[in-house]
């Protein structure tokens, strides 16, 4: 099993829908969690940090279940600029210990 | 300023050379992390830095020789490495203490081509 899963996609969506996306760690210890998106053939950037129960930015809503292991994201009235592949990282062991899952893929369409 | 500068931007090279990658920031980040990602699939972890100390090492093959001279580069040195190494290489930083020390910034990355 990997140690962040998610489901890869791709998740085909019109505009102005609302869309989630799960991650699952399997890591206990993991201590803090994030979302970035990557473009294609760009760097991942920082979407979201979840370090507690959640936290909203705009139409990003992540939160956090310690207890189930899950992260998820909530993108609400989509974009066609929504359109990325989206990576769950998990922390642990401090800021050394990094894994991202295997993201997932989103397609807003017009 | 959150950039992070990597060079060269695309890296072609045969079997036998030797090259290196280069990774820069000046935001004062003491933790620095070499990443290599591969089409269609996450970033894999391969070293850590750490106060320019070497803290993480992910069993990289030794081909691949990382060298962080101060606190604002990072190096990777190739050698002999095989045509499976062609890749992104991503170079990140991260500071070392509080809240914010898990959030990590990425360069553009160096596309490798091994021939």
């Known amino acids: 099993r990997k140690e962040v899963e998610q489901d890869p996609g791709p998740f085909n969506v019109p505009e102005g829908a609302t869309v989630a996306f799960n991650c699952t760690y399997s890591?206990?210890?993991?201590?803090?969690f994030f979302w970035y998106r990557q473009d294609c053939r760009k760097e991942p950037k920082l979407l979201m940090s979840?370090?507690?129960s959640g936290n909203e930015d705009g139409r990003f809503t992540a939160q956090l279940n310690r207890a189930s292991q899950y992260i998820s994201l909530l993108i609400r009235d989509s974009k066609l600029s929504d359109s990325a592949t989206y990576l769950c990282?998990?922390?642990?062991?401090?800021?050394?210990?990094?894994?991202f899952g295997t993201g997932t893929k989103l397609q807003v369409i017009p | 300023d959150t950039e992070v500068t990597q060079t060269p931007k695309h890296l072609v090279m045969g079997m036998t050379n030797k090259k290196s990658l280069k990774c820069e920031q000046h935001m004062g980040h003491r933790a620095m992390y070499w990443y290599k990602q591969k089409a269609k699939k996450p970033p894999e972890l391969m070293f850590v830095y750490s106060y320019e100390k070497l803290s993480i090492n992910e069993s990289v093959p030794s081909r691949f020789s990382p060298e962080c001279p101060n606190s604002s580069l990072l190096n990777l040195h190739l050698h002999a490495l095989q045509p499976e190494d062609s890749a992104l290489y991503l170079c990140?930083?991260?500071?070392?203490?509080?809240?914010?020390?898990?959030?990590?910034?990425f360069g553009p990355g160096t596309r490798l081509t091994v021939l």
């Open positions: 990282v998990a922390h642990s062991g401090g800021y050394q210990k990094v894994t």
């Open positions: 990140a930083s991260s500071t070392t203490s509080g809240r914010a020390a898990d959030t990590q910034y």
């Open positions: 890591n206990s210890a993991s201590q803090s």
């Open positions: 979840v370090y507690s």
